[in-house]
């Protein structure tokens, strides 16, 4: 087992032993909404974190994460990005009853293009760095790279969800809004920021024929500038990717989440539901947290290697 994935078992363990999930709910859930946020899990894992979520709460859609709850926990289900993959998640919503938001990059979908961190150009380049690049300077080292955003690329295959595809789920899933190509708006300037919201709103409800009002922050990066141009430009929430539960009282253009990894066992999805490992995540412990990792390292060299995983 890796430093990594040891640490991880380690962690889910005490979390879970610690009667943290219990804890979490009686205090801090109560009867608010937990927005969950996912990008491309497969089918099976999402139909286990269904089946634990619907032992321990109500499924609500977007619409009611600002209203006042009536006693029982509540859960949103949100997916980012609309990737290729969410169709097959079709049946799974179905069976749990359940209507998700999506939100979809309006000039990727429907359009047999790729999300441009998943073409190999962006991947040499170091998705992590180019995310932090002016908006401009970005797509000019995508270009050299071989990559446009508004072409069918040659390395990589169509990563967005197809026409056909949403208009199969649109009795049973919202499309809301994740701008037209991904940028990350605080390295767009005004125009270009302007552009991606308004633009992405009115293609989304080209696609769907319904309103686009729901909009949720790639990378989960936005400021007081981008809130007054979610504003200004129509919608009525902000989805980020900030830890923490949603009620009447949270501020609709900042609403909190739990950003599950798509690929989790379902103890490490209890253990992220409390939002300990979220908030973790955010901590600036980078030296204490590689220092755990290395003394993991160093008591798994001691041992003999067991298997190859
Ligand atoms: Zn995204």
Redesign the pocket.
């Known amino acids: 087992m890796k430093p990594k994935q040891l640490m991880r078992t380690i962690f889910t363990h005490a979390i879970l032993v610690s009667g943290l999930p219990a804890l979490t709910r009686l205090l801090l859930w109560r009867d608010r909404v937990a927005v969950l946020l996912y ?1 491309d899990p497969d089918p099976a894992t999402l139909d286990s974190h269904l089946a634990y979520l619907k032992r321990n709460c109500d499924f609500v859609p977007m619409s009611e994460v600002n209203k006042p709850g009536k006693g029982r926990r509540r859960a949103a289900l949100t997916f ?2 609309g990737h290729v993959g969410n169709a097959a998640l079709l049946p799974i919503f179905i069976k749990h009853g359940v209507r998700p938001t999506i ?1 979809i ?1 309006s000039s990727i979908v429907a359009h047999e293009r790729t ?1 441009w961190w998943l073409t190999p150009g962006a991947q040499h380049a170091g998705v992590k760095r180019l995310i932090k690049l002016p908006n401009s300077q970005r797509l000019e080292e995508l270009a050299r790279r071989g990559f446009q955003q508004d072409v069918r690329s040659d390395e990589a295959p169509v990563s967005g969800l197809s026409r056909e595809q949403i208009e199969a789920m649109l009795p049973y899933v919202d499309f809301q809004s ?1 701008t037209r190509f ?1 940028p990350t708006l605080t390295r767009l300037d005004d125009q270009e920021c302007i552009d991606e919201l308004a633009q992405s709103k009115r293609e989304v409800e080209q696609l769907t024929g319904s309103p686009c009002e729901h909009f ?1 922050y ?2 989960g990066r936005y400021g007081s500038r981008e809130v007054a141009m979610l504003k200004a430009t129509g919608y009525k929430t902000g989805r980020t990717t900030a830890v923490g539960w949603n009620d009447e009282r949270s501020d609709p253009f900042r609403l909190s989440a739990f950003d599950i990894e798509d690929d989790s066992s379902l103890p490490w999805f209890a253990a992220q539901m409390t939002g300990v490992p979220l908030a973790w995540r955010l901590l600036p412990l980078g030296t204490v947290k590689s220092i755990l990792i290395r003394t993991l390292n160093f008591a798994r060299l001691g041992k003999p290697q067991t298997n190859a995983g």
Do not use: K, L, N, V
């Open positions: 990008h980012d990005d939100y990059c999300h994740h991904h949720a790639p990378y």
